[in-house]
Every structure is written in structure tokens, then in C-alpha cells.
């Protein structure tokens, strides 16, 4: 039985799930984002009941009850975020509930999909935790603007943008980039491509590699063209038309 099929005999009940679930984690980029589709979209009131039991369920790998979380947001971001927030998200967080951690918003941990519930309020969560989180919880925030899918979050990118640590300034980047998915010519008309332009004259070679491919991911080659003598490696590159993928937010991220 191929992978494909295994999916669809998911989808006429809830038997194999786990082997499922498995087999996404260790397939190619391509086929783990079929499989995804096919599980988001599958009309099976039954198998949102599993991913529940599996995104709970301890004897399971993290990375397993990560992606039944991630799941059930994708097949509904509005859902009641209650029962998913019990999910643990590494093995030392076993035995406690994320309702009693506060070190780690929530929200940050966007590979579970908690960037994209709605009732989490991630749009509203996210200028907080840039303006005075660490740099962790600031990296990751930046990483789930752009996981979102909404256009809304390219304000506070272009805060993230200045940030103190290259690392998320790189990673705003990689945001805005992302975003493009959600609506190239919003992207293109939006401010914060003039960050991504100031960008490329950072301090630091992280951010203008970030930016320089963001720019030429949303067609914008004119800053890439204009920039004088200094680091012209990464734009000409970039020019030619090598653009290396983003990493994928999850299994199923189709935005990279």
C-alpha cells in the first residue's frame, strides 16, 4: 500500500493513523505536504477525535503528537484551543501543562500550530514578545508572524526587521518572504519592503542574505541592482535566479 493510499484509508476511518502520522515525519518535502493536504481536507468527523487522542497521548514521540496538534489547527484554527494546550513540547515537559508554563508563550511555538489559532490571539501576542521577550521567544515569534498566513502581521515584521539580534532580523526576512503566499502584491506594496531594502546594508551578513533573497523571491530586484561596491555575493546570486527554499514551519508548510 502506498503512502497516498495509506492516507485515503485514514480517511474512511481512523485505523493506521499513527503509522501515518510516522510516515509523513520521514518522507520527502513533497509527499509529507500531499499527505498534509489530504489529512486537513479529509471530510471524517472521526479523525479529528484521533488526532486529539494522539496529540495527548504521552507513549507517543513529540514529534508525532506535534503534528496531530498542528493538524487539528489547520482543520480548524477557530477550534477551542483548551484541549490542545496540554500538548507537551519537548520530553522534559512530559509531565506538566503548558497552562502552568509561562517562561514560553505559547504562541511561539509555532511547529504545533499555536501561531495560527485563532482564539491564542497571535497577531496581538507577537509585538509583545518582540518588544520584550528573549531572544528565543523573540526568534520564534518573527518565525510565526510569517507562519500566520495573514497579511496583517507585515506591520509588526517591520518592526522585527531593526530587531537587536541578527538572528531575528534574518528571521523577519524569511517572514516577509513567507508571506508572499498570502498575497505577492500586498507584500510588494507594503512598507516593509523598504526595510527589506535597508536591510541589505546591514552590519551583519545573516540579514542581507535574508534580505536580498526576500527581495528576490517578491520580484523586487531594483535594491538589489542599486547596491554600490560592498557585499555583492549573496544579490548576485540572487539575480541569477538561485534562491534556496525556506525551511519548512511543519511537514505540511507549503510556503517555503
Not at 477551542?80 to 509561562?102: M, V, Y
Amino acid at each position: 500500500m502506498t503512502r497516498t493510499e495509506r492516507v485515503t484509508d485514514v480517511q474512511r476511518g481512523t485505523d493506521g493513523l499513527e503509522e501515518v502520522l510516522r510516515a509523513i515525519w520521514n518522507s520527502g518535502h513533497g509527499t509529507a505536504v500531499a499527505m498534509c493536504r489530504q489529512l486537513v481536507s479529509a471530510d471524517d468527523p472521526g479523525l479529528d477525535d484521533a488526532l486529539m487522542r494522539f496529540q495527548a497521548a504521552g507513549y507517543l514521540r513529540p514529534r508525532v503528537r506535534q503534528l496531530a496538534c498542528r493538524l487539528l489547527v489547520q482543520r480548524d484554527p477557530h477550534r477551542d484551543p483548551a484541549p490542545l494546550l496540554h500538548t507537551p513540547l519537548r520530553p522534559s515537559d512530559e509531565h506538566g501543562s503548558l497552562f502552568r508554563r509561562t517562561a514560553r508563550p505559547l504562541v511561539v511555538e509555532y511547529a504545533y500550530g499555536y501561531s495560527r489559532l485563532h482564539a491564542l490571539e497571535p497577531l496581538r501576542r507577537y509585538p509583545e514578545i518582540l518588544a520584550g521577550g528573549g531572544l528565543d521567544a523573540r526568534l520564534n515569534a518573527a518565525v510565526g508572524l510569517g507562519d500566520t498566513g495573514d497579511l496583517a502581521a507585515l506591520d509588526t515584521l517591520a518592526g522585527a526587521l531593526a530587531d537587536r539580534h541578527p538572528a531575528v532580523r534574518s528571521a523577519a526576512a524569511d517572514a516577509v518572504r513567507r508571506l508572499r503566499h498570502a498575497g505577492r502584491t500586498a507584500v510588494r506594496a507594503h512598507p516593509v519592503c523598504d526595510g527589506l531594502a535597508g536591510l541589505l546594508r546591514d552590519r551583519k551578513r545573516g540579514p542581507r542574505i535574508a534580505a536580498a533573497r526576500a527581495l528576490g523571491a517578491l520580484g523586487l530586484t531594483a535594491p538589489l541592482r542599486d547596491l554600490g561596491l560592498g557585499d555583492r555575493v549573496e544579490p548576485a546570486r540572487v539575480l541569477a535566479g538561485n534562491i534556496p527554499s525556506l525551511e519548512p514551519t511543519w511537514p505540511g508548510d507549503d510556503t517555503i
